[in-house]
């Protein structure tokens, strides 16, 4: 049998996986509360930028094996399987604000209660240890007014990067299921089966509350890892002749350690890393525990910021009356995403120095703009960003920016300096120019 999956939430998460699914003959039914993002889906136009994804929501829409639902009870009637992707935001004490999940859970639950058919509800918004087995269990039930063997449940944590989401549906290092009850892991683990074929993923089957943990435990070790680079990185700059890059080339050679994860920049950002590190540290805190190492990356993260404002005084001298050319402003490469960019709070940090700032990005100029206003002039070709400007900061990793080359610095600016945020440079490509770069020793840096 294969079965029809509904997804609740077309976002980041929820879009490229019912495209995904779509396009391996599965029937899928999606649902969003946004009307402007449900008339761009219909339309074919992904709302959001994902590497593949317009191409493969335009080919699923006109196989019609993925279309939009216009109510819940609509999802519940034609799918099975019903994944929720919908946002899990802060609360401002870093607490997770559940109310999505759970107005999805009531609604989908309220449209059980009318079909006779066993079906799977899976959620994959990220929510704290124990929400599924104490909070949605219950809501469920109450709602639905079946008992556990009459309907499943599981939490699923994705583990996809933004950029990377198709990539990462179709070729995940693992799966893992915290299954409420054995019949519902037997059943989305089938679900998996079908979708991977013959090149299944390793799978880890365990309790909800495991696989609650594991997704958050995931994330701050990942951003953990970053931070420990950037506090070496801040070492390097104190050391004539380290390079923070050679550094975690050699660590990353240890195969205990890892290379991936260990590039010193501007730190972590995005939709993720900051919202999880947050709540990770609250779960913490709310059960008596000391999280000091919790506490300390997200110092660190917050101090290259710090770091980076140093490097570029040093390199203009006084920033009053000064233009800087920002170049990037998405969170990372690969996408359109400025939540929680780094880049976006650099450049909050230089305009309290009353300096003119000018920005570029590929993809984010757009979303930018909603957040930082008519407070900076938008640019949209590199030139023009470079034009008159005293200094340029490359913020965000994007592969246009490393065919930058001296003679375009010394051809566009004002005073030709240039400081590499996310090591894309080879110093000694930039001898006639002031350079200074993140985790870069100063003798190095020219100084
Ligand atoms: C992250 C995780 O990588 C995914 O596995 C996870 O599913 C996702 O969060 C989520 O929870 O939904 P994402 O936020 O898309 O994915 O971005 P990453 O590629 O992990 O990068 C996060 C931040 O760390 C970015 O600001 C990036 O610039 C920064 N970073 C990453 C570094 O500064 N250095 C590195 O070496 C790697």
Redesign the pocket.
Same mark, same amino acid.
């Given at each position: 049998m294969i079965y029809r999956i509904g997804v609740i939430g077309l976002g980041?998460?929820g879009l490229p996986l019912a495209c995904a699914f779509a396009s391996r003959s599965f029937k899928v039914i999606g649902l969003d509360t946004d009307l402007e993002k449900i008339e761009s889906i219909k339309n074919a136009e992904t709302p959001i930028y994902e590497e593949g994804l317009q191409e493969l929501l335009k080919k699923v829409l006109e196989d019609k094996t993925f279309k939009v639902a216009s109510s819940y009870k609509e999802v519940v009637e034609e799918a099975e399987v019903y994944f929720i992707c919908v946002g899990t935001p802060s609360n401002p004490d870093g607490s997770v604000d559940l109310k999505y999940v759970k107005e999805a859970v009531e609604m989908l639950s309220e449209s059980l209660k009318r079909v006779e058919k066993y079906s799977l509800l899976v959620v994959r918004s990220?929510i704290p240890p124990g929400t599924t087995s104490n909070i949605i269990r219950s809501i469920v039930e109450e709602r639905s007014g079946k008992k556990l063997g009459e309907y499943g449940l599981c939490f699923n944590? !994705?583990?996809?990067? !933004?950029?990377?989401a198709l990539h &990462?549906i179709f070729n995940p290092d693992r799966i893992i299921i915290g299954a409420i009850d054995e019949k519902s892991g037997a059943f989305l683990l089938d679900v998996y089966k079908k979708f991977h074929g013959d090149s299944m993923p390793p799978i880890l089957l365990t309790n909800p509350t495991n696989a609650e943990l594991i997704?958050y435990a995931? /994330?701050v070790f @990942?951003?953990t890892?970053?931070s420990f680079? /950037?506090m070496v990185s801040q070492l390097c700059q104190n050391l004539p002749d380290a390079d923070v890059k050679i550094v975690a080339e050699g660590i990353g050679m240890d195969k205990r350690i890892g290379r =991936?994860?260990?590039?010193?920049? @501007?730190?972590?950002?995005?939709?993720?890393?900051p919202k &999880?590190v947050k709540a990770f540290l609250r779960f913490g805190e709310e059960m008596g525990l000391d999280f000091g190492l919790v506490k300390s990356i997200i110092k660190i993260n917050e101090s290259q910021i710090k770091n980076a404002i140093k490097l570029a005084e040093e390199l203009v001298g006084r920033f009053k009356g000064k233009t800087i050319s920002i170049l990037g402003l998405a969170?990372?490469p690969g996408?359109d &995403?400025v939540r =929680?960019?780094?880049s976006i709070r650099l450049i909050d940090e230089l305009l309290k120095y009353n300096v003119k700032i000018k920005v570029h990005d590929p993809k984010a100029l757009e979303k930018a703009k909603k957040i930082l206003g008519d407070r900076v002039i938008y640019c949209r070709t590199i030139e023009e960003c470079l034009s008159n400007s005293d200094l340029c900061i490359v913020a965000? =990793?994007w592969s246009e920016y490393k065919e930058i080359k001296q003679e375009m610095l010394k051809k566009y600016m004002r005073n030709p300096a240039l400081l590499d945020c996310?090591r894309l440079y080879d110093p000694e490509q930039f001898k006639d120019v002031r350079f200074a770069a993140i985790g870069l020793g100063y003798k190095k840096a020219g100084h």
């Open positions: 980041y998460v990220t944590p !994705e583990f996809l990067r !933004e950029g990377n &990462d997704k995931n /994330n @990942l951003a890892k970053i680079i /950037n =991936e994860f260990l590039n010193a920049g @501007l730190g972590w950002g995005g939709s993720c890393f &999880d969170f990372k996408t &995403d =929680e960019s780094r965000t =990793e996310r």
